[in-house]
């Protein structure tokens, strides 16, 4: 079902739970495709500036979650840090985007998805590296690439690495 992102990325809920469920505690209504609504947040010494940015997950990849920098500071409590399994590599993409180090992207682990922009987005891929098209062209890794609305990137063959990390801004 769908997922929504919350602005500082503390929960995930689904955005329609089932009748008479409670949010966040109903399962999702089954979709064709997942709509990924990912917030971009100013860092936490300041007030947050959210803006929506939307993907429509056409085809989800083998494993592709979403990630940050984890939770420190908390493990006396029982929560573990989690977050990024390569910490560089998601600074990296969130770097060539403008984001914040610390904003969450998703982790592609092994086999990548097919994703629709639904509105204009800047995304890069950093990490492992495949062979990525936008509209049936190839487009570089480690780089910068702006989508229009309705575009549709897609991760192909997997050239070396298990994980990369797509940022959106």
Do not use: C, K
Not at 37 to 61: E, F, I, K, N
Not at 118 to 131: I, N, Q, R, Y
């Amino acid at each position: 079902g769908e997922v929504g992102l919350h602005a500082l990325l503390e929960g995930v809920e689904p955005l329609e739970p089932e009748p008479g469920g409670e949010p966040g505690h109903g399962a999702a209504r089954p979709r064709r495709s997942r709509a990924l609504r990912a917030h971009v947040a100013r860092p936490l010494d300041g007030p947050a500036s959210v803006t929506a940015r939307a993907l429509t997950v056409l085809r989800p990849g083998l494993l592709t979650t979403v990630q940050d920098l984890g939770r420190w500071g908390h493990q006396a409590a029982g929560v573990p840090v989690a977050g990024a399994m390569d910490t560089y590599s998601l600074r990296l993409a969130n770097g060539l985007v403008g984001n914040p180090e610390s904003a969450a992207a998703l982790e592609i682990t092994l086999l990548g998805p097919t994703l629709r922009a639904e509105a204009p987005l800047v995304v890069a891929v950093a990490g492992a590296v495949f062979d990525l098209q936008v509209d049936d062209r190839p487009v570089p890794h480690g780089a910068p690439v702006a989508l229009a609305a309705g575009s549709v990137l897609r991760f192909l063959e997997r050239r070396a690495g298990a994980r990369a990390y797509l940022a959106v801004a």
